[in-house]
Structure formats: structure tokens, C-alpha cells
């Protein structure tokens, strides 16, 4: 494995390490072009940075260790995991305060100034780099590890590879420890080895990183459809004026009911009513007094049911409601009580002046052993409705 490494041109690879980093800094922006998420645009200013760092490092062997070869090359190669951190901190939703955008100012400023004043010191600069660059990936690693939930294989594979580069770096500055406290020990053609392991190494954690936050921008993005999806199906089968389900959502609930009933042989009834005279209403108050009553209507009809009841809005004033296992007998109990509660219940709107009672009558039918058709329930329920109409309103019947 040494020999490998010490095979490999370094200035070969550093020219790569920049060309690689520039292409990835511009498949980050393109992606950043579809998608308008900050966190990517942060790793592709970071991918920039990294590469103009090594360009710079590559310079070193034109025109030697100076200013900008050495302490300048090194500070833009650290933005690398800052601009990381920063790309995981906008992920995340959070901010950095400014104190830790202050302490991260100071160590720029300080690494450079430090840099420029031992820069050719055969072992301090690499120590020091490389402490620095490996605390500094840890961070965003700490940061995904404590903040992103729920942790898939995507995030837990950023984590990790922050944690290999941080501790790849640790050991080379431990390397470079050693040579500098025992110098016959390590020769120059180890310390370009280990730097040629590292930086491939680097380029590898750091290109999988890369490949890593468009696919977990992906699988955000497929969740946000998932969700959207979601809520425009529950926005199909929710009535936008009472907040019930719909007619639309009442036909596949009634279908799943009443096929489970019957198929466990189970009574089943369904509850058909509207409000009587509701047209007066519209033509005396105007409609927005008619939805404040239908609005109003719906709120009660939740309180007056049971807990296994499910009220839906059927069409205009009427309503229906399903009792799952309820027999007819039952059922005209909890008809009876949702026409008590309506018609004792005083209806009102903004103006003070506008307050009155409202009456509704109801059509009962069961699903049982001699009735096992849907349509026929509700033909039987709209029927009883229709009785209970031309008997005098604001009454119960079974059909």
C-alpha cells in the first residue's frame, strides 16, 4: 500500500483533486438551479474554495513556499468543512450565531497569520492543518448526528464519512508528531506518501459527500410530494365549507362498511337527513347566513354522535351519517337525539340581530341479513327522509 502511494505523482494528483472539485462545484449549482435549496449552493462555494486551495497548493512547485502557496492556500482549503457545516446548518433549518460565525472569522485569521510566521517549518504547518481541518469536519458529522431525524442510510453515511476524514487527519498530524519529535524516523518520501493517502482519501469522502447531498435533497424532495399528494387527496374528500368528509369520500367509506358488516354479518345503519326549509333561509338571509348555519350544523352533529359514528356532508342541507354495528331500533335513538340537539340549537351569525331556530328531518334505514345492497340502503334512507317530510318535518323515520 506505501509503495502505491508513494507511486503517485502528487502534482498529478493535486491538478485532478482541483479539476474534480471544479466540476463537482458545478453540479452542485446546476442542481442548485433546479432545486433553489441553500444548503447545496454552500457545498458548491465549498467545492470552489477547496479547489482554488490545492491551485494554489499546486503552485508551490513553481514558485516555492509562500504566502500564497502555504498559509492562503491552507485557509481556503479549510472552508472546505466549514462551508460543509454551513451547507448541513441551512439542511437543518438552523443558523450559527454569531459568536460561532466570530470563532470561525478568528481561526481563519489566526491559521493564516500563524501559517505565514512558520510556513517553512519542515513539520508545525502539516500538524497544524491537519488538526485544524479534522476538528473542523467533525462539526458538521456532530451536527448531523444530533440534529437530523430520522436518520436514513443517506444521512448516516454523511456522518460517517465527516468522522473518517476528521480521523484520517488526526492520524497524519499524529504521524507528523512523531517525525518532528523523532526526526531520523520519518524521511520526506513518507510524509509526501501519507499526504498523497490522505488527500485521496479526502477526495473520496469528500466526492461521496457530494453525490450524497443531491440524492438526500431527492428523497426530502419525494417526501414533500408525498405529502402534498397527501393533503390534495384529503382536500378532495373533505368539504371545504363544513370541514366533513364528501360525498366523494362518503361513497368509499359506505362501500368498505357496509361490504365489512356483511361480510361478518353485522347490522350496519345509516342515518339520511336535511334541513328543513332551508331555501327560506338562503332567500331571507342571504347565503352567507345559509353556510354559517350548514357550518354551525356540522360542528353540533360532531358533538352529538358517538365516538364511533362518522357524519359526512352529503349534498347542499343534507347530511348522513354511518353507525357502524347498529341496529335500526339504535339508530332511530341516535336520529332522535341529533333531532332534538338541532332543533333546540340556537343558530346566530355575526350580526346580533340574525338568530333563530332550525328543524331537520331523517330518513333511517339497516343494513342486515334481508337488506344487503348499498344502494338500496340509501334508496330505503332517502325514502324515510322523504316520509318524514311530508308528515310534518323535523321527525324521525324508518324505512
Given at each position: ?353 340574525v338568530a333563530f331556530q332550525v328543524t331537520a328531518s331523517f330518513g333511517v334505514s339497516t343494513l342486515n341479513a334481508n337488506l344487503l345492497n348499498v344502494t338500496e340502503l340509501v334508496r330505503r334512507a332517502d325514502i324515510a327522509l322523504y316520509r318524514a317530510k311530508t308528515e310534518g318535518r323535523n321527525r324521525v323515520c324508518i324505512e
Amino acid at each position: 500500500m506505501t509503495n502505491i502511494l508513494l507511486s503517485v505523482d502528487l502534482k498529478t494528483l493535486i491538478l485532478l483533486t482541483v479539476l474534480n472539485f471544479l466540476i463537482n462545484g458545478i453540479f452542485l449549482l446546476f442542481v442548485f438551479g433546479i432545486r433553489h435549496r441553500s444548503f447545496i449552493q454552500w457545498l458548491a462555494y465549498g467545492c470552489f474554495l477547496f479547489a482554488l486551495g490545492w491551485l494554489f497548493f499546486l503552485y508551490r512547485f513553481v514558485n516555492g513556499i509562500n504566502l500564497i502557496t502555504l498559509p492562503l492556500a491552507n485557509v481556503l482549503i479549510l472552508a472546505m468543512p466549514i462551508f460543509l457545516g454551513f451547507s448541513i446548518d441551512s439542511f437543518l433549518g438552523k443558523r450559527r450565531s454569531k459568536i460561532i460565525l466570530g470563532v470561525i472569522a478568528f481561526v481563519l485569521l489566526f491559521t493564516f497569520l500563524f501559517l505565514s510566521w512558520i510556513m517553512h517549518d519542515k513539520w508545525i504547518p502539516g500538524m497544524y492543518t491537519s488538526i485544524i481541518n479534522g476538528i473542523f469536519y467533525s462539526i458538521p458529522g456532530i451536527y448531523m448526528l444530533k440534529f437530523a431525524t430520522p436518520k436514513n442510510i443517506i444521512v448516516w453515511a454523511i456522518i460517517g464519512l465527516n468522522f473518517l476524514i476528521s480521523l484520517l487527519l488526526i492520524v497524519r498530524s499524529f504521524i507528523l508528531l512523531l517525525g518532528w519529535l523523532y526526526p531520523d524516523t520519518i524521511n520526506e518520501t513518507i510524509v509526501m506518501g501519507i499526504l498523497v493517502g490522505v488527500l485521496c482519501l479526502n477526495i473520496i469522502c469528500i466526492n461521496a459527500q457530494v453525490l450524497c447531498f443531491p440524492i438526500l435533497d431527492f428523497t426530502e424532495a419525494q417526501k414533500e410530494l408525498i405529502l402534498a399528494n397527501r393533503k390534495l387527496e384529503d382536500l378532495s374528500n373533505i368539504d371545504d365549507l363544513t370541514g366533513l368528509p364528501n360525498r366523494r369520500a362518503l361513497r368509499v367509506k359506505l362501500d368498505q362498511e357496509a361490504a365489512y358488516h356483511a361480510e361478518n354479518n353485522l347490522p350496519f345503519s345509516i342515518i339520511l337527513f336535511d334541513l328543513d326549509h332551508f331555501k327560506l333561509i338562503n332567500d331571507k338571509f342571504g347565503h352567507l347566513v345559509g353556510d354559517s348555519v350548514l357550518k354551525n350544523a356540522a360542528s353540533l352533529l360532531k358533538q352529538l354522535v358517538r365516538p364511533s359514528d362518522l357524519v359526512m356532508r352529503y349534498g347542499g342541507e343534507e347530511f348522513m351519517v354511518l353507525l357502524p354495528e347498529t341496529e335500526s331500533s339504535e339508530a332511530f335513538i341516535v336520529a332522535e337525539r341529533l333531532r332534538l340537539g338541532i332543533s333546540q340549537f340556537q343558530f346566530s351569525y355575526s350580526d346580533p340581530s340574525v338568530a333563530f331556530q332550525v328543524t331537520a328531518s331523517f330518513g333511517v334505514s339497516t343494513l342486515n341479513a334481508n337488506l344487503l345492497n348499498v344502494t338500496e340502503l340509501v334508496r330505503r334512507a332517502d325514502i324515510a327522509l322523504y316520509r318524514a317530510k311530508t308528515e310534518g318535518r323535523n321527525r324521525v323515520c324508518i324505512e
